[in-house]
């Protein structure tokens, strides 16, 4: 399949997706997390392993994580920019986790990431993804705040 189709659709079927896979997320859901991703994507992430090379190693990451996020939460994201030319498209965005435990140690900062997608047999998927949290120069830790 080219992919060649209008820019505005596969921005609109690259939001889908991820929203899709933020929906499986809430949901603790990660084979169908992981239908979100080609089985080579690369993953850069904010914690060990930095980088997961392909869909597997970044499955297990997950199978590690999920137990340390809250019992329930969905996910917000702002300032979402989406970019596709033909087969390739790219994502970038802040997001967080919100639900009723606020205290919750995940639940206590934006992060950034920034997603490529690539149409594969006719569905967009994530083929590299890196995210990413602040950090303060004058005393080089993380900076958690709510506010952006």
Not at 30 to 46: E, G, H, L, T
Request: hydrophobic content about 40%.
């Amino acid at each position: 399949m080219s992919g060649e189709k209008n820019n505005t659709s596969n921005k609109d079927e690259i939001r889908k997706c991820l929203e899709g896979l933020f929906v499986a997320l809430s949901k603790k859901d990660i084979k169908q997390m992981m239908s979100y991703y080609a089985d080579d994507a690369i993953v850069f992430d904010v914690k060990p392993p930095f980088q997961s090379k392909g869909a597997i190693a970044w499955k297990h990451v997950w199978e590690a994580s999920l137990p340390f996020f809250p019992d329930v939460f969905k996910i917000e994201i702002r300032d979402l920019v989406i970019h596709a030319d033909g087969n390739i498209g790219f994502a970038h965005y802040l997001f967080k986790l919100v639900g009723e435990e606020k205290n919750h140690p995940a639940m206590q900062t934006w992060m950034r990431a920034s997603t490529g997608y690539k149409l594969i047999q006719g569905k967009w998927k994530v083929i590299h993804e890196h995210a990413s949290l602040p950090f303060s120069p004058q005393n080089n830790q993380v900076v958690f705040s709510l506010e952006v």
